[in-house]
């Protein structure tokens, strides 16, 4: 009997059984269910010892009120991330901003994901390689570059520990100590490349080297490197000849991981980088409401205390957006207005990945610090402004049926943009919406949608990453 083989069997069998419990896990309503009873899905920012509890002394109705819905969903401030090596953050911060990686020498992560853009970077569908200009004046070139499908996710509290699933679909997931990607040679407790997936703490230790092998962002659409083998020898060819091969970065690795030969760095030594310096270059958490929470009632003004309240009971914004991230890390559909370009192609969401028709137009939730920096919003950019997303999620209904392309969209891009009319597929993603109250329409008030949107602009802001 080969015991290695069977317990290899064993290990695959598990984590197979459990990847599918974890995707239905994040697609069904228990989400919605456990924050109706102040209870978080997930709490991954904060162990179980949360250290001595916050003394409130409130001395309005509102601040009463607020410490009462502070107590009942359990609400914490958001902690700070693990510390990091310098020399590590260095070297990340080194690739992010670096365009050698990229197929044309044009793009690095900062031309999607720019500071003064609130980690994005203004469009509605980001332009990678082959794109010319920066924002407002981006655009795309055809036959040199092409829009990307889905809006750049922002990178606030991004890459902490524990944080187990990526992208809009979730399709990078990290469970059970094992990664899962579209790469089977880096995915699964037996990888062919288990070297880099040994390197692996999380999803976003995964997240960032998969720009680098997408024609639409690092690859670029006439890449010679297309012509080798795999993935991963993608990768290890990008180490070698664009990293590497330089004084410079040998340098940067070797003080970075000081117990590892230059000849044993691999593709995952890169994006390990990455997400050190992502994480505490663009931590976001000395906000108003945060200070609210560790006991300031005075940090917000009475317009977002009112705005709070509206977020967590008539806007029922806490549904998804809860835990100290504010974010579940769960997948909804919020009835978002599908654009995309001519000719249409529907997007499936979280369905493309899962193959289960109940994900269908069922995306990530982000997180909201910063919200106010980082227009357009939504998975596909759909509303340039935070009014038409809070109008939009007060009447769905009317919302998609009204709809109009921001008019400077178009400018950016040869190919023409469109959204989906279809009325069918349109009541779809509205029955895919969880939450009973919002398929109805949520009845908000002009004074509390002002309210909700002050607490979301103001109370949630923290500029502070513009000075590290």
């Known amino acids: 009997m080969n015991i290695k083989y069977w317990s290899r069997l064993l290990i695959t069998t598990l984590f197979l059984s459990v990847l599918f419990v974890v995707q239905f896990s994040f697609t069904n309503c228990s989400d919605y269910q456990a924050s109706q009873i102040g209870l978080d899905k997930v709490d991954i920012d904060h162990p179980i010892s949360l250290g001595p509890p916050v003394i409130y002394n409130p001395q309005t109705a509102i601040d009463q009120e607020l410490v009462d819905l502070i107590n009942r969903y359990k609400l914490t401030s958001l902690s700070d991330p693990k510390p990091e090596s310098s020399a590590l953050v260095l070297l990340g911060e080194a690739l992010f901003n670096d365009t050698g990686m990229s197929g044309l020498n044009d793009v690095s992560c900062t031309t999607c994901h720019q500071n003064e853009l609130g980690t994005g970077d203004g469009l509605p569908f980001p332009i990678g390689s082959g794109g010319i200009g920066d924002f407002p004046h981006r655009r795309q070139v055809n036959g040199k570059s092409k829009p990307m499908r889905r809006h750049s996710p922002v990178i606030f509290n991004k890459g902490r520990e524990g944080m187990n699933l990526a992208l809009w679909d979730g399709r990078l997931q990290f469970i059970l100590g094992f990664p899962s990607s579209p790469v089977l040679e880096i995915s699964g407790p037996n990888p062919d490349r288990a070297d880099i997936a040994d390197t692996f703490e999380n999803a976003f230790d995964i997240q960032p080297l998969f720009p680098l092998i997408t024609p639409e962002e690092f690859f670029g659409l006439n890449n010679d490197l297309s012509s080798l083998p795999n993935t991963p020898a993608i990768w290890d060819e990008i180490l070698k000849r664009d ?30 980088a990455v997400r050190a310096f992502l994480k505490l270059q663009f931590k976001a958490n000395a906000t108003p409401f945060d200070k609210y929470l560790d006991g300031d009632l005075n940090a917000l003004t009475t317009s977002q205390k009112q705005g709070m309240k509206v977020f967590y009971t008539k806007g029922k914004c806490n549904v998804c957006h809860s835990g100290p991230r504010m974010t579940n890390d769960g997948f909804f559909s919020v009835a978002v207005p599908q654009l995309g370009f001519e000719p249409f192609q529907d997007d499936l969401g979280r369905e493309e990945f899962s193959k289960r028709a109940e994900d269908r137009y069922k995306f990530k939730t982000p997180g909201l610090r910063n919200i106010k920096l980082s227009a357009p919003y939504m998975h596909n950019g759909a509303f340039d402004n935070l009014e038409a997303v809070i109008d939009h999620k007060n009447n769905v209904s009317e919302s998609l049926e009204n709809y109009v392309i921001p008019s400077q969209y178009q400018e950016h891009y040869e190919e023409v943009l469109t959204v989906d009319r279809d009325p069918a597929r349109n009541q779809e993603r509205i029955q895919q919406i969880d939450v009973p109250s919002m398929r109805e329409g949520l009845g908000l008030t002009d004074q509390e949608k002002s309210d909700l949107l002050d607490f979301l602009r103001e109370g949630l802001l923290d500029t502070s990453f513009k000075d590290r």
């Open 243 to 272: 990293l590497l091969a330089h004084e410079h970065y040998r340098l940067f690795f070797s003080n970075a991981y000081p117990d590892i030969e230059l000849e044993d760095i691999n593709p995952g030594h890169i994006s390990r």
